[in-house]
């Protein structure tokens, strides 16, 4: 052992116990939406603000950076490995940013979210944007100076210190361009659709499907696309989540609406996708970089990968429908598989993010991503939202929000002081494209696996190609070793429009 | 504020975020038990062990030391007060034992349990004890380390030292004489009954009940009895407990049995017993010693007041049979309520100390009491347990176990290093019986309220004479406070003779 590997050791370990901590942390928060009885939300605050404190304090103990500066001159004896160095970089990234942050201000933005997001919830529920605006406007200033602690390169944006929280590397410009290069593809593909003479009928999706039978049915969906329920399980929420708690358990939630197929469904593929990329972490590097994922954008990536590109394709359906229309004799019997899958692709301008179809869910995105970046620099401010928010969502949809609730405020983001966190919805579109197109390519045909229900070699190949390198490369360098080039948002075009084209005959 | 004040702030807040802590390990330790998928057992053992050494480290700073110390000289302006004086008492109490144990041993003990449990109910499962051994002969070890390093007086024992942490102030050789002062009185009791020529039908608790029903019934009943919904829920587990996790949230669990009635039904108020002292210690006091229950064998007091001297009274049944009649038409429609009473106090040999009758109970405690203390002592191994177990058996009850599963297999207690626990159980048995007797002379006939359906005036008084006050009176204090005598087996004697000799016509 080199004083470099003592080192190298002391410091993994150090961020072992930090996650192990935050793990802890993660049962107690999927406690609360699961099972805690109403009288334990104020312990359970009390528990979790404890938790969440020590957790900080732990990750940026002043030996961690004494560690990270020794390590510069005395590395580990291994240090040219891929792995020695990625566990650098990235505890070096994460420590640097959680230092920047006055402790005062991390327990300020924890309070105000705290208190901001029961307004919000109450705000959205009488469809009133003032109660919410004040909250909102302290969200932002806490935001606008978490930006400035943090930093940004000369020629970027205050923006980017927040967008750089969940999409490591990724830089406000360049994704501004990319959404700018989508949107280009998105409207004319939208406008083909509202022209096309092909109507789907939705409201087979509403009709009465037994939550007993959505349960199964959903359960033995994700069992079908590779998650493992000997390591997770799935229980019901209002907002439907996944939680990795560690290795060999993760949980996910997902919602039961009677009248409406999709919900459950859908929403458990999505979790699924999470919870799949989750499980094919490597166990023995949990805490450390290389046990963790690289980016929210790649981790929505999982998730609408199982959710459209699988679970809303033909194929998937030519296996999977008969099983459906068993479960549900009443609401499927007289449906055929072409009524079924044309209603769940349908696509059109909507005024709900989370409800919206493949098309206009990334449009949805750009508004927010529009929006956030102005409010951070500054052009715009809290009062501004409403008009700004119903002025561009009639630019991008031609439909003006029957009210706020389902314009401004139906997101519980903000409220969470989760700004920047949008982008990577409509990235994981693109990089889920991208991941499938390569999937294609290198397996041969996927759609004939699916067609037989076969998708083990799929989840085998994400393994080997995302899930086990952890935090080994970039999100930027992972796109370019699977696929091959950098991210692009052509995967997803080329995808959007066969699969609409042949729905709507376009 | 005078230095004494600040002084004691700080101790009371010390021990404040200890406990915040500890409750967090609780809320984990409760989803293992309830909702944890298989595979995730490793990494809850890793989670525990982290929050078991944390709080251990939390409970053992030497500042807390320094301000007992300092405490001495400088006492708080109200330090004469009854409250300041417990606080101060069991604070240096339960932080001289914390701090003679070392911090290897306490993570040692919490992930070498974690893993225990889980083998220990596979060999349950299989009937064998040999997969158990080795667990349980590393749990021993590891007790006997921690009584070594605990201490004892000099005329005492090693299992003193894990006594006193269940129940502080007992001592083996006084709670010997107690059991066998108990024993004495109860083999003879037991063979009256024996030679009774009334033999009740068991055979009605065995027919088929189905779950759904039991639930309902179950949870009607804790409801009638007191525990608040509100502010808990009840959950299933193979071993039923009870886990405060702190004010607001408390969680029973239970196990269902669809061909036997008592196993849930009585489970439920046994657990709904602790549940309310737990839901009646003061809130505002939690995580310090006012907020904390005061042994075990009080808590033990609480469910076996509710589970027996209640549960199993000709009075409660007078009013609740009905009800119960009604919800099991198959199983009991021709049941006679005098049968019913009968067969739910059915006492005799048998090898379950859970399903035990109210006369047998104590004897199971009492044999668990011998070997534990044999095991701790050094006078028996693991390895010996099978054998004295089932020898010791045979003298106390005049049967064999079948197998190890209903012999030295049946309890989870010493898989969770649980050693010293169980005489609590046959002190809590006397503790209640003295309580309900200073009840009735308090409160007038309960049979007369029992027959009505009316628990809140006995409730209420436990809540004043017992709940409200935490740890503010030592057990042996309370007990002579509420009933003006010190601890005697005689009101447990009194009310089974009572009971026993109607029931048995002896």
Same mark, same amino acid.
């Given at each position: 052992m080199t004083p470099g590997d003592n080192f190298y050791d002391e410091l993994l370990s150090l961020r072992r116990r930090a996650a192990l901590l935050s793990s802890c942390g993660a049962v107690l928060n999927w406690d609360r939406e699961t099972y805690m009885p109403e009288g334990g939300g104020a312990h359970r605050a009390e528990q979790l603000s404890l938790l969440a404190g020590v957790s900080h304090e732990w990750s940026t103990l002043p030996r961690i950076g004494e560690l990270l500066y020794l390590l510069q001159d005395h590395g580990p004896s291994n240090a040219d490995s891929v792995d020695v160095a990625a566990n650098i970089r990235e505890i070096g990234r994460t420590y640097r940013r959680a230092t920047c942050l006055p402790r005062r201000l991390v327990e300020e933005l924890a309070r105000v979210t705290a208190l901001a997001q029961h307004h919000w919830s109450e705000a959205r529920a009488s469809k009133s944007f003032s109660a919410f605006e004040p909250w909102l406007s302290q969200i932002i200033s806490l935001k606008r100076e978490e930006a400035a602690a943090v930093g940004f390169s000369d020629e970027g944006e205050p923006y980017d210190a927040l967008l750089d929280e969940y999409e490591p590397g990724a830089c406000s410009s360049e994704v501004a361009i990319v959404f700018e290069h989508l949107r280009q593809e998105l409207v004319p593909l939208l406008n083909a659709i509202r022209g096309s003479r092909r109507v789907p009928d939705k409201s087979i999706l509403h009709r009465y499907y037994p939550v007993e039978a959505q349960k199964k049915l959903a359960h033995q969906a994700a069992k079908l696309i590779g998650f493992d329920f000997h390591c997770g399980r799935m229980d019901i929420t209002t907002h439907p989540f996944c939680s990795g708690f560690g290795p060999g358990d993760c949980r996910l939630t997902t919602r039961y609406d009677p009248q409406f197929f999709s919900s459950a469904f859908f929403g458990t593929l999505h979790e699924a996708g999470h919870g799949m990329y989750e499980q094919g972490l490597p166990a023995q590097?949990? &805490?450390?970089?290389?046990?963790?994922?690289?980016?929210?954008?790649?981790?929505? $990536?999982?998730?609408?990968?199982? %959710? =459209? !590109?699988? &679970?809303? $394709?033909?194929?998937?359906?030519? @296996?999977? @429908?008969p099983e459906t229309q068993k479960m549900f004799p009443d609401a499927l019997g007289g449906?055929?598989?072409?009524?079924? +899958?044309?209603?769940?692709?349908?696509?059109g301008a909507s005024f709900i993010r989370v409800e919206a179809d493949e098309v206009t869910y990334n449009l949805h995105i750009m508004l927010r991503f529009e929006l956030e970046r102005d409010l951070i620099t500054g052009r715009l401010q809290a009062a501004d939202v409403p008009d700004a928010w119903n002025e561009r969502f009639v630019r991008d949809f031609g439909i003006l929000p029957e009210n706020h609730a389902v314009g401004c405020l139906q997101d519980i983001h903000w409220s969470a002081g989760l700004m920047g966190y949008f982008p990577t919805y409509a990235l994981g579109n693109m990089y889920a494209a991208q991941l499938f197109e390569a999937a294609n390519v290198q397996l041969? =045909?996927? =759609?004939?696996?699916? %067609?037989?229900?076969?998708?083990?070699? +799929?989840?085998?190949? !994400?393994?080997?190609?995302?899930?086990?390198?952890?935090?080994? @490369?970039?999100? $930027?360098?992972?796109?370019?070793?699977? $696929? &091959?080039?950098?991210l692009s948002d052509e995967p997803l075009v080329r995808h959007l429009r066969l699969r609409f084209s042949e729905l709507y005959e376009i």
């Open positions: 590097a949990f &805490g450390t970089p290389l046990g963790s994922a690289v980016s929210l954008g790649i981790h929505e $990536s999982q998730s609408r990968l199982w %959710e =459209n !590109l699988i &679970g809303r $394709s033909a194929a998937f359906w030519k @296996y999977f @429908y449906v055929h598989p072409h009524q079924f +899958l044309a209603a769940i692709n349908t696509a041969g =045909n996927l =759609n004939e696996l699916s %067609e037989k229900g076969d998708f083990r070699p +799929l989840l085998e190949w !994400l393994r080997i190609q995302v899930h086990q390198h952890g935090q080994r @490369y970039t999100a $930027s360098d992972l796109i370019q070793r699977v $696929s &091959g080039k950098p």
